[in-house]
């Protein structure tokens, strides 16, 4: 009976402790239609290739909890002299904290994927080679989540953990 009492008394204290930690930590849930939103402010980009002006637009993110990875997909489209472009690319890279500006950053960009969708261009290599490696410099530093637009009592440090879910990230600070 003893051995009960005390078996009973160490598990409510251990789930006490459990709770305890639980609320001395901060969550942030982010549906993926608020990094979207982000993301929108930023584009579309216009950027000119050896006389040949490109389209940067329609970002969006991919969210992928079996990899636990976050991808950026966009359109990047053409058009010269009656010749159009248009390919669909998909990025992969890491979510860092930018503690200047206290946002999450879509950084280390590399291409994985580059589908081209509508090519009537006589000759369009050179504009591929142009667009990809334009693509190195020019899409780092893109700002998926921004602490202002969050929750006032987001701590203004990095997350402990961030979670990838279908749909939304959740963000832990403990």
């Known amino acids: 009976m003893f051995k009960k009492i005390i078996l009973i008394v160490v598990s409510f204290a251990m789930s006490i402790s459990a ?8 969550v942030q849930v ?9 993301l929108a ?3 579309p980009i216009e950027k000119s290739f050896q006389g040949i002006a ?7 993110v991919l969210l992928d909890p079996l990899e636990h990875s976050i991808e950026l997909q966009l359109t990047a489209t053409s058009m010269n002299q009656g010749e159009d472009f248009s390919a669909t690319l998909i990025f992969t890279g890491d979510l860092q ?3 200047f500006s206290e946002s999450y950053i879509f950084e280390n960009l590399q291409l994985d994927s580059f589908k081209i969708e509508n090519d009537t261009f006589a000759n369009s290599a050179p504009l591929i080679k ?5 693509l190195i410099n020019d899409f780092d ?3 998926l989540i921004r602490i202002d637009d969050l929750d006032s009592f987001i701590p203004r440090h990095p997350a402990a953990n961030i979670k990838i879910y279908t749909g939304q990230l959740k963000l832990i600070w403990k």
């Open 97 to 99: 904290y930018h503690s």
């Open 54 to 60: 490109a389209t940067f637009s329609n970002a969006k």
């Open 141 to 143: 530093d893109l700002v």
């Open 19 to 26: 709770v305890s930690s639980q609320m001395n930590s901060t």
């Open 30 to 38: 982010i549906k993926i239609n608020t990094l979207n939103q982000t």
């Open 41 to 43: 402010k930023q584009f």
């Open 130 to 134: 142009s667009i990809k490696q334009s």
